[in-house]
């Protein structure tokens, strides 16, 4: 077990940005197809583009957090910049949803909070799965005296 966590480190540190970003992508597109299928059964067209909105917000604030956390990679603050994004990933889809609700949005009533929490379910085990290795990285400690500047 531990050399196909090994394995599978060395392949995600290997990928580049938007390598990941196509994967995260990939991954909402596989949630997607089945749940359009199931969002069309339910009630047509009003819960269709409630779940592609869905999709699009999550996958949206999902590439952001990726972003972010690779802007931190390799940094001792780096575990702060997955944070951040991770933050950011939660809010603001919760935050429209919220404000959908308040307005009355005809969204709310076909299920888009639902959607919501799939979506971001799933982007949030693919950027887990894609960020995990970023922490693993060492930041280069800063060094200080007269060979600070030979050691760079």
Known sequence: MIGLIGLYSTFVAGLSLAARCALLTLAVALVAV????IAWSENGTVT???ELLAAVLCWSVGLIALLMAHRGRGTPSAVAWILAGDG?????????????????HPYIQAGFFKWVVLFFLATLTARTLLVAPFVNTAARPARRGPKAESAI
């Open 34 to 37: 089945p749940a359009s299928i």
């Open 48 to 50: 269709l583009q409630a």
């Open 88 to 104: 950011l990933a939660m809010a603001l889809p919760l935050a429209v949803a919220m404000g959908m609700q308040k307005a009355g």
